[in-house]
């Protein structure tokens, strides 16, 4: 609407701050996400018990006093097994957002500014690549290279390049006919250095914010292949396993399956409310009184 | 309308060729090679040759990649190393239950996600948007499989509601009964895509003159909405769905495995656990050229919705 | 004028005002103006100064969040437009007052017909079949001289141009013979050619069906060529109400007169033309004094303390809200 409430005097930060400050689902997922970070690594001071050990006489027990969230098949306690899973499940999805992050965005920027034939392309195969679900690339990445943690991470790195290419390019295209970067151009600038210093620092706050979204879909792409079994293979704690483990007992002893999906919940949500509530702030379209 | 589908149509064909190559090529990357991966690591010198010779591995690349084509396009997409079944047969097979599943979990979350979502971009801020968004936020969060172990748990387990495994009885009323959980974990994921999207679009239309337009003419609140926000804000939302197809393929694996279904996503997980390369390589190119369908399919819904998009 | 007419259109201290940062702050401070009927009333001033805003209150088009009326009247035949229902505000508009706005490329709806459109205001405020109302609608585009207009009916905004589009705008507000037309800028997003023409019919159309029309516009050349009486609006106010002939040969107000300077004319090289210094100050910085005092040449110190009225500037019917004006105009 064109409603003339244009002069407004309230600087930029301070309205980022007053649109965050107001959303009481930002403050829940930067509490949980807070709480989930601490944990991990703080997770030697804080396992009540070593999360490899097992102990044969209590098999499946249930939550108790000794054991909060009970025991798994080998005796082993589930609580520490829980609090040292966090570690592979916030290590595999932040280091797979930075792979996926740096080649996605090198790709899209490049695309973007060179345009012409090589974008054309470029973008077909990612479209191609957006719309395979990533579960199955990655179930199928993992399957041909076999179960680790470094094919894990390459994985789901391949399965959100495309994702960071498109946020990338998008906005290139519209600042390398910018007056700063011709400009530049004329100066005689080589294009690495303009899409270095000119193009890449205005579309980082984008490629930040949505990583954090994208990062929620990297921890639950890891939970989903070590649930199949494709994740890092055993005794490594990882939430995917252990829930594995639980639904082979799921008759039994609901609690083996129960807290680690609750903790896969807990931490996707927690990411997904923080990387909603910094996309609502910076779409202008999404923004406003 | 029938130049634009036409168009789109052929669009799709290089499409189909980029994946198709990815997907050759991804099989070929293997470690070692298909042969030894599906032999083990016992296997005899012999008995590899013998292997690569039947899956012609020992032709040159070029060839190998004309072959692959060449079957694919033929329809022959090989035998499941397992059961002796040719890929397709397999599929065959399977294939109602999974439409079944899907259709079913596609309308559940349309008919669920799309008041709803309406509804939180009406009451922009108001309790309903919170609570809306925040279901819909925890519906994103759920990997497929958590949601469906705790729906299994409560429903099935606790409650008794539902059976725990699929029944493969023929009484119409059992197997509804055992389509729900399933039905409804997919559904409940799709939902809170939905009500993302149709928020935020609707948010999005709301805004427009156009809608001021209308205002300003007499419309009514009720008609508001139907008339002259749903249409345009639908648009997205038949992307959304378009593109959520891949994903409820990738979630369907995951509750098919979890309801213990029979279903595509059953026939992936055995032929994972059973390192039968062929049929995953065959399903691998099935749900290639279904997705590919499906985006199609979005863009012709999406001309139908949008007059603008024929004239382009 | 011997006897004296109802107003098609009375605003009594009309006050609205938008929430930002959690806080309210008016956007229209107690505008006061009748519209006569048959009249033509232009509605001047910067952007920000608040003419879109009365003209959306009087229809109450502000958007629900963030917008509210606070005080005052909008009476029409009658009634007090502030006060009534929703369900029947929304009899009147379309129907007794209707509104064309800025922006033709987007105030249509891009999915239906052109012809729907036309007709849907049709069928909502006087019924009938669908059949009637699409037919009614062919002779409105016919009205508005949108060349073949059988064929034109059933395409899609998207395949007509801005002017064509602002035709239709109007076909649309004329469809139900409103007895008072807004019109927000409506030529302001026109090529100048097609804005004469656009102009030049808004007045005969006017004329035919016998409507009062409130012309908002920042374009003082449009005022001269279309209105009767004009009021300049600042910061929310109206600063001068007078006749269009008035205004221009004894512009009252300092505001006034530096908008008619800083406006491009063809009895004057246009070298002469003077921007006006500053700029409408913001929602929530209105100065307590006279709004316009940090801009004006002529200020002195009772300017910043007092809040100066509209009162009569001793010309009748010309009303100027500015105490220390030179006597005789500040030209």
Same mark, same amino acid.
């Given at each position: 609407?064109?409603?003339?409430?244009?002069?407004?005097? =309230?600087?930029?930060?301070?309205?980022?701050?007053?649109?965050?400050?107001?959303?009481?689902?930002?403050?829940?997922?930067?509490?949980?996400?807070?709480?989930? *970070?601490?944990?991990s690594v703080l997770a030697p001071l804080i396992a009540p018990h070593d999360p490899l050990e097992q102990n044969i006489v209590a098999r499946l027990e249930p939550p108790s006093a000794e054991f909060l969230f009970g025991t798994d098949n080998y005796g082993r306690d589930v609580l520490s097994r829980l609090i040292y899973g966090a570690r592979i499940s916030l290590m595999?999805?932040?280091?797979?957002?930075?792979?996926?992050?740096?080649?996605?965005?090198?790709?899209?920027?490049?695309?973007?500014?060179?345009?012409?034939?090589?974008?054309?392309? =470029?973008?077909?195969?990612?479209?191609?690549?957006?719309?395979?679900?990533?579960?199955?690339?990655?179930?199928?990445?993992?399957?041909?290279?076999?179960?680790?943690?470094?094919?894990?991470?390459?994985?789901?790195?391949?399965?959100?390049?495309?994702?960071?290419?498109?946020?990338?390019?998008?906005?290139?295209?519209?600042?390398?006919?910018?007056?700063?970067?011709?400009?530049? +151009?004329?100066?005689?600038?080589?294009?690495?250095?303009?899409?270095?210093?000119? *193009?890449?620092?205005?579309?980082?706050?984008?490629?930040?914010?949505?990583?954090?979204?994208?990062?929620?879909?990297?921890?639950?792409?890891?939970?989903?292949?070590?649930?199949?079994?494709?994740?890092?293979?055993?005794?490594?704690?990882?939430?995917?396993?252990?829930?594995?483990?639980?639904?082979?007992?799921?008759?039994?002893?609901?609690?083996?399956?129960?807290?680690?999906?609750?903790?896969?919940?807990?931490?996707?949500?927690?990411?997904?409310?923080?990387?909603?509530?910094? +996309?609502?702030?910076?779409?202008?379209?999404?923004?406003?009184? | 309308?029938?130049?634009?589908?036409?168009?789109?149509?052929?669009?799709?064909?290089?499409?189909?060729?980029?994946?198709?190559?990815?997907?050759?090529?991804?099989?070929?990357?293997?470690?070692?090679?298909?042969?030894?991966?599906?032999?083990?690591?016992?296997?005899?010198?012999?008995?590899?040759?013998?292997?690569?010779?039947?899956?012609?591995?020992? &032709?040159?690349? &070029?060839?190998?990649?004309?072959?692959?084509?060449?079957?694919?396009?033929?329809?022959?997409?090989?035998?499941?190393?397992?059961?002796?079944?040719?890929?397709? &047969?397999?599929?065959?097979?399977?294939?109602?239950?999974? @439409?079944?599943?899907?259709?079913?979990?596609?309308?559940?979350?349309?008919?669920?996600?799309?008041?709803?979502?309406?509804?939180?971009?009406?009451?922009?801020?108001?309790?309903?948007?919170?609570?809306?968004?925040?279901v819909s936020l925890v519906g994103l969060s759920f990997p497929a499989f958590v949601s469906g172990i705790l729906l299994l748990i409560i429903f099935a387990i606790h409650l008794g509601w539902f059976p725990v495994l699929t029944s493969d009885s023929t009484d119409p009323l059992e197997r509804l009964r055992s389509l729900a959980l399933p039905a409804l974990?997919?559904?409940?994921?799709?939902?809170?895509?939905?009500?993302?999207?149709?928020?935020?679009?609707?948010?999005?239309?709301?805004?427009?003159?156009? @809608?001021?337009?209308?205002?300003?003419?007499?419309?009514?609140?009720?008609?508001?909405?139907?008339?002259?926000?749903?249409?345009?804000?639908?648009?997205?939302?038949?992307?959304?769905?378009?593109?959520?197809?891949?994903?409820?393929?990738?979630?369907?694996?995951?509750?098919?495995? @979890?309801?213990?279904?029979?279903?595509?996503?059953?026939?992936?997980?055995?032929?994972?656990?059973?390192?039968?390369?062929?049929?995953?390589?065959?399903?691998?190119?099935?749900?290639?050229?279904?997705?590919?369908?499906?985006?199609?399919?979005?863009?012709?819904?999406?001309?139908?919705?949008?007059?603008?998009?024929?004239?382009? | 004028?011997?006897?004296?007419?109802?107003?098609?259109?009375?605003?009594?201290?009309?006050?609205?005002?938008?929430?930002?940062?959690?806080?309210?702050?008016?956007?229209?401070?107690?505008?006061?103006?009748?519209?006569?009927?048959?009249?033509?009333?232009?509605?001047?001033?910067?952007?920000?100064?608040?003419?879109?805003?009365?003209?959306?209150?009087?229809?109450?088009?502000?958007?629900?969040?963030?917008?509210?009326?606070?005080?005052?009247?909008?009476?029409?035949?009658?009634?007090?437009?502030?006060?009534?229902?929703?369900?029947?505000?929304?009899?009147?508009?379309?129907?007794?007052?209707?509104?064309?706005?800025?922006?033709?490329?987007?105030?249509?709806?891009?999915?239906?017909?052109?012809?729907?459109?036309?007709?849907?205001?049709?069928?909502?405020?006087?019924?009938?079949?669908?059949?009637?109302?699409?037919?009614?609608?062919?002779?409105?585009?016919?009205?508005?001289?949108?060349?073949?207009?059988?064929?034109?009916?059933?395409?899609?905004?998207?395949?007509?141009?801005?002017?064509?589009?602002?035709?239709?705008?109007?076909?649309?507000?004329?469809?139900?013979?409103?007895?008072?037309?807004?019109?927000?800028?409506?030529?302001?997003?026109?090529?100048?050619?097609?804005?004469?023409?656009?102009?030049?019919?808004?007045?005969?159309?006017?004329?035919?069906?016998?409507?009062?029309?409130?012309?908002?516009?920042?374009?003082?050349?449009?005022?001269?060529?279309?209105?009767?009486?004009?009021?300049?609006?600042?910061?929310?106010?109206?600063?001068?109400?007078?006749?269009?002939?008035?205004?221009?040969?004894?512009?009252?107000?300092?505001?006034?007169?530096?908008?008619?300077?800083?406006?491009?004319?063809?009895?004057?090289?246009?070298?002469?033309?003077?921007?006006?210094?500053?700029?409408?100050?913001?929602?929530?910085?209105?100065?307590?004094?006279?709004?316009?005092?940090?801009?004006?040449?002529?200020?002195?110190?009772?300017?910043?303390?007092?809040?100066?009225?509209?009162?009569?500037?001793?010309?009748?019917?010309?009303?100027?809200?500015?105490?220390?004006?030179?006597?005789?105009?500040?030209?």
């Amino acid at each position: 609407m064109t409603i003339e409430v244009a002069s407004v005097a =309230v600087s930029q930060p301070s309205r980022l701050w007053l649109v965050f400050s107001r959303n009481p689902l930002f403050w829940l997922g930067a509490l949980l996400l807070a709480i989930i *970070i601490m944990v991990s690594v703080l997770a030697p001071l804080i396992a009540p018990h070593d999360p490899l050990e097992q102990n044969i006489v209590a098999r499946l027990e249930p939550p108790s006093a000794e054991f909060l969230f009970g025991t798994d098949n080998y005796g082993r306690d589930v609580l520490s097994r829980l609090i040292y899973g966090a570690r592979i499940s916030l290590m595999v999805g932040f280091v797979a957002i930075l792979i996926a992050m740096t080649i996605g965005c090198t790709i899209g920027i490049v695309a973007g500014y060179i345009g012409g034939a090589l974008d054309q392309l =470029v973008m077909g195969v990612l479209d191609v690549m957006l719309s395979f679900p990533a579960l199955l690339l990655g179930l199928m990445i993992a399957a041909m290279l076999g179960a680790s943690l470094q094919n894990l991470i390459i994985a789901i790195a391949i399965t959100e390049i495309a994702p960071f290419a498109r946020v990338a390019r998008a906005p290139t295209i519209a600042l390398k006919q910018q007056d700063f970067v011709m400009a530049g +151009r004329a100066l005689g600038f080589g294009p690495v250095r303009i899409m270095g210093v000119h *193009i890449l620092p205005n579309l980082i706050s984008d490629v930040v914010v949505m990583s954090s979204l994208w990062m929620a879909s990297a921890i639950r792409t890891e939970a989903s292949l070590s649930f199949i079994g494709l994740g890092v293979p055993p005794p490594t704690p990882t939430w995917g396993s252990m829930i594995r483990e639980g639904f082979d007992n799921i008759l039994d002893a609901w609690w083996l399956a129960v807290f680690p999906s609750l903790a896969i919940l807990l931490t996707v949500l927690a990411l997904n409310l923080l990387g909603d509530a910094l +996309r609502d702030a910076i779409d202008p379209k999404l923004r406003g009184e | 309308m029938i130049s634009f589908a036409c168009k789109r149509l052929l669009l799709a064909i290089p499409t189909l060729f980029v994946m198709l190559t990815a997907i050759f090529v991804l099989v070929r990357l293997v470690p070692g090679d298909a042969a030894s991966v599906i032999l083990g690591d016992q296997a005899t010198e012999a008995s590899l040759r013998a292997m690569r010779a039947r899956l012609g591995l020992d &032709q040159p690349i &070029q060839v190998q990649y004309l072959h692959f084509l060449r079957d694919v396009l033929t329809g022959n997409l090989g035998r499941s190393l397992s059961s002796g079944r040719t890929v397709v &047969q397999e599929v065959l097979l399977v294939l109602p239950s999974t @439409i079944q599943l899907t259709l079913a979990a596609i309308t559940i979350g349309i008919v669920l996600g799309l008041p709803l979502g309406i509804l939180a971009a009406l009451g922009r801020n108001s309790w309903i948007d919170y609570v809306s968004r925040l279901v819909s936020l925890v519906g994103l969060s759920f990997p497929a499989f958590v949601s469906g172990i705790l729906l299994l748990i409560i429903f099935a387990i606790h409650l008794g509601w539902f059976p725990v495994l699929t029944s493969d009885s023929t009484d119409p009323l059992e197997r509804l009964r055992s389509l729900a959980l399933p039905a409804l974990n997919l559904g409940l994921i799709l939902m809170a895509y939905v009500v993302r999207v149709t928020r935020s679009s609707m948010l999005g239309v709301l805004g427009e003159d156009y @809608i001021r337009t209308a205002r300003a003419k007499g419309v009514t609140p009720m008609r508001l909405v139907m008339r002259h926000a749903l249409r345009n804000g639908l648009i997205p939302v038949v992307t959304v769905v378009g593109l959520y197809f891949g994903t409820l393929i990738g979630n369907s694996v995951l509750t098919e495995i @979890i309801f213990n279904r029979p279903g595509l996503g059953k026939l992936i997980f055995g032929a994972l656990n059973s390192r039968d390369y062929t049929l995953l390589e065959g399903l691998m190119i099935i749900f290639a050229i279904c997705v590919i369908v499906v985006n199609t399919l979005t863009d012709i819904t999406y001309g139908l919705i949008d007059p603008r998009v024929k004239y382009k | 004028m011997t006897s004296f007419p109802r107003p098609a259109l009375d605003l009594r201290n009309l006050r609205t005002e938008f929430r930002i940062g959690g806080r309210w702050y008016p956007a229209v401070r107690n505008v006061s103006v009748s519209l006569m009927p048959n009249e033509t009333l232009a509605v001047v001033g910067e952007s920000g100064s608040g003419k879109s805003v009365t003209a959306l209150s009087i229809l109450r088009l502000l958007p629900h969040a963030g917008a509210r009326i606070q005080g005052g009247e909008v009476l029409f035949e009658g009634q007090d437009l502030v006060t009534l229902s929703e369900r029947d505000m929304s009899t009147i508009r379309g129907n007794s007052i209707a509104m064309i706005f800025q922006e033709p490329m987007t105030s249509l709806n891009p999915t239906m017909t052109v012809g729907d459109q036309i007709a849907e205001a049709i069928l909502i405020h006087r019924g009938g079949s669908r059949m009637e109302a699409k037919a009614k609608a062919l002779r409105l585009l016919d009205e508005v001289k949108i060349p073949s207009p059988k064929s034109r009916l059933d395409e899609y905004p998207h395949q007509f141009s801005g002017g064509m589009r602002q035709r239709v705008m109007i076909a649309m507000a004329l469809a139900c013979h409103p007895r008072v037309l807004l019109a927000d800028e409506p030529t302001t997003a026109l090529d100048v050619t097609i804005q004469a023409q656009v102009l030049s019919q808004l007045e005969e159309l006017k004329q035919a069906y016998g409507m009062s029309m409130l012309f908002i516009t920042h374009n003082l050349g449009v005022v001269a060529q279309i209105a009767d009486r004009v009021a300049v609006m600042y910061a929310g106010e109206i600063v001068e109400l007078a006749t269009v002939d008035a205004l221009f040969a004894k512009p009252m107000h300092p505001y006034t007169a530096a908008l008619l300077r800083a406006m491009p004319r063809a009895d004057r090289a246009n070298e002469s033309l003077e921007p006006i210094p500053g700029s409408v100050p913001a929602l929530s910085a209105v100065p307590t004094g006279c709004a316009y005092a940090p801009r004006c040449p002529f200020k002195d110190r009772s300017c910043t303390e007092l809040h100066p009225e509209l009162v009569s500037s001793g010309d009748p019917g010309h009303l100027v809200r500015c105490p220390v004006r030179p006597v005789g105009g500040v030209h």
